[in-house]
DNA sequence: TTGTATGCGTTATCAT
DNA sequence: ATGATAACGCATACAA
């Protein structure tokens, strides 16, 4: 079933039909209603092969991301779905974990696809060098780039972030004004995200006179997911003895934390304070409850839908490069501030 | 650049130039070679579009979901990514919510964009009634429907799920020969997973005498993802108060549970134990850890992409219309069996 | 308002 | 082994 059976069981032109399919104005109610009536009737849908053909499009955005299981990104993908479903486009998803080589072979896949514009999840796909990001500002040449929670400066790419620098700075502040003394920064990767968040933390231990700051970052490389909350745990006897309070740049580094300290006997957060980030459901699990940083992850999404959508209808030039928006600190029991 | 531009650059007829991109074996070394050397040169993609038209197909399966940030459902999309990429398909997300027309009206979506296949994934899939299953079945008219987690017997329509029932019905059996005397089962749906579970929690009472099995059920729903594990905690209070040990549908749940009877000053596990579902890596973040049941998720993705692979090879009469594996338990600090 | 004719870029059939 | 050409199904420019 064809445009041209509608057109013979009509006894309109495919040119008719067409117009019907697609809401133009230029047809009569009376024909409107006939055609439509023999499209239903016959339950036809116009062949989109035929129609990306003819447009070069097929409404279909790429998505990119290392690995849509990891908490942080499934929700990102989950928003996403929702918003660019609602403005009628399609998601195809894409995984391709750590390796550089990967991902460049990937975009070079999705890109072939003809997809109207890729999505980069997560901060592990920008990287120092423009050598390494190459092939995000060349993908740029040809579809919009729109990536979320990291920042690469080229034509016709645009960034969605949440300011990580800030939110760290100020917890950790938060925490040195209410009296603690020897700060812990746990992380696990060393990603565009990572850094901006051991900045923020460096900024805060200087403003209070502390010294050799590396001193009072723990980084960690959990070998698998599964095992990681012990792992991290376990790992913390490194940590300086003196430490009375954690920050950690992940929700489940947090808990892993928070075992080890709870382990040695020590209380939270009266002897220890412990942060997480990424406020998940993770932060209800443990005992005392985790106090997270949300980042703002629909808000993030569907910025980065909305702007998209402007781009595809010719304004890109009201569409800023950047969009930077600001954490907000939950408080659970892992802290006490104040008093 | 086109088929045609590369057709003139070699000289080649544009049939000629399709052998090679396909891979026909009747073209001799010395004009694929050339042939490649000029595509090469000038960074030549096939058209999908054009492609699609003449083959009809796109090497693209639709998987639909009720929540792609759900934690099985993510981990299930993220194996069905690998196994089908590797098989050279893409995929096309789709979230439908748990709402039966909006599910009716994605699966036409879905199915307009001339996916190859539809994948099903999760329980809420599968209804009660045929009338309500009647878009699943109309669906599988024209292309293989796979489900994950879900069980329909219809046409072209292949389920693979893990034996729920069983795995309820052994670890409830194996408390009640522990010891234990009053078993609560803690659910938050009614799926086809649900009732399975149900099913298997009272053929465990039952063999060990326990009547009113009923009575030792407590389904809850909680109105959103956020604050499960507190809502949970506290409608536990409506719980049986000798209850002994607390077998739940799911791990969030087991979460909640435990979280009541540490709040009650019980001891876990010895006056309480309590199980899981699902072995998510949130099984680790709790004191003690949850003992939980493994569901070999990725078995049954790779098996339901390997069948379609089949499928598609027209070997259709050797797929299984349905597989069943099953589940692991995998023991932690919320249990204790035997001596 | 409606119809005719053509292009979109492949693949496949049939020649050669 | 290679070439010419007809589908594939739609949208659209141009005509009427």
Redesign the pocket.
Known sequence: ???????KK??????????V??G?????E???AKVLAVIEEYG????????G????TMKTVGIMCSDSSDRYIAKAIYFLEEYLRKAGYDLILCCTGRDHSVKVKQMKLILSKRVDAVILVGSSYVEETDELNAYIVEAAGSVPVMIINGILNAPNVYCTVCDDHLAIYEITRKLLESGRKSPLFLCNSSSYSAKKKIRGFKDALEQFGIDHPDEHILTVYPPNKTGMVNYVRDRMIEADPDTDCIIAAEDMLAIGALKFALSKGARVPEDIAVTGYNNFDLCECCEPELTSIDNKLEALCEKSVSSLMQIFSDNARSVPKQTVYSCELVERGTTCFGK
Request: proline share 3%; net charge positive.
């Open positions: 079933m064809n445009i041209y059976d509608i057109s009509t006894g309109f032109s495919t040119a008719t039909v067409s117009r399919i697609n133009s104005a230029s047809v009569s009376k024909t409107r036809y849908t116009p062949n989109v092969f035929a129609r053909l003819g447009l070069n």
